[in-house]
T-cell receptor, first 110, second 114 residues
Framework: QKEVEQNSGPLSVPEGAIASLNCTYS??????FFWYRQYSGKSPELIMS????GDKEDGRFTAQLNKASQYVSLLIRDSQPSDSATYLC??????????FGSGTRLQVQP | EPEVTQTPSHQVTQMGQEVILRCVPI?????FYWYRQILGQKVEFLVS????????KSEIFDDQFSVERPDGSNFTLKIRSTKLEDSAMYFC????????????FGSGTRLTVV
């Protein structure tokens, strides 16, 4: 059974701080990992994808992957109130389906 | 920016009725998907579709569900006899290659079965 685990939160950070979101997965065959942002009542929006161990940076976002520890994280620098949303971690094991975590709700306090 | 378009945005139907949810994937994408999200729960995979056939489906995608690409642009999900527990947001998505670059999701159809 492929599982993706996330702390449901809410994670509350002040505006301008770094938000750190974490995700663990059970399937060692997982090859690709994705972070999606979902505003309430809206569809998931892709933020980052990561396939190799290490860090990947895109603007204010950094994804980190550690396959040995089966751990994926997302750092959001200079957090803004508009970043307040639920962040979904997802994995793809090479087949076409994505398995999603339940999401972490982030609240950025102005 | 290319979009995945879904219609209708909200559908209310009587239990036992058939519904068809419609999607227009991004034009150069080759893989199409349906996901659902029951209120307050995870996004769940239903089915993937490639080259005019189902390539993978989940346990949720039982005989009451079917998918079709009736023409060159539309991709539909049919639920034959809706149940109360089918009430959810249904998301269509599409991707190029094998989804290794992530999906683009549509804005969703909220299905309410009464």
């Amino acid at each position: 059974q492929k599982e993706v685990e996330q702390n449901s939160g809410p994670l509350s950070v002040p505006e301008g701080a770094i938000a750190s979101l974490n995700c663990t997965y059970s399937d060692r065959g997982s090859q690709s990992f994705f972070w999606y942002r979902q505003y309430s009542g809206k569809s998931p929006e892709l933020i980052m994808s990561i396939y190799s161990n290490g860090d990947k940076e895109d603007g204010r976002f950094t994804a980190q992957l550690n396959k040995a520890s089966q751990y994926v994280s997302l750092l959001i620098r200079d957090s803004q109130p508009s970043d307040s949303a639920t962040y979904l971690c997802a994995q793809n094991t090479g087949r076409r389906a994505l398995t999603f975590g339940s999401g972490t709700r982030l609240q950025v306090q102005p | 920016e290319p979009e995945v378009t879904q219609t209708p945005s909200h559908q209310v139907t009587q239990m036992g009725q058939e519904v068809i949810l419609r999607c227009v994937p991004i034009s150069n994408h080759l893989y199409f998907y349906w996901y659902r999200q029951i209120l307050g729960q995870k996004v769940e995979f239903l089915v993937s579709f490639y080259n005019n056939e189902i390539s993978e489906k989940s346990e949720i995608f039982d005989d009451q569900f079917s998918v079709e690409r009736p023409d060159g642009s539309n991709f539909t999900l049919k639920i034959r006899s809706t149940k109360l527990e089918d009430s959810a947001m249904y998301f269509c998505a599409s991707s190029d290659l094998q989804g290794n670059y992530g999906y683009t999701f549509g804005s969703g159809t909220r299905l309410t079965v009464v």
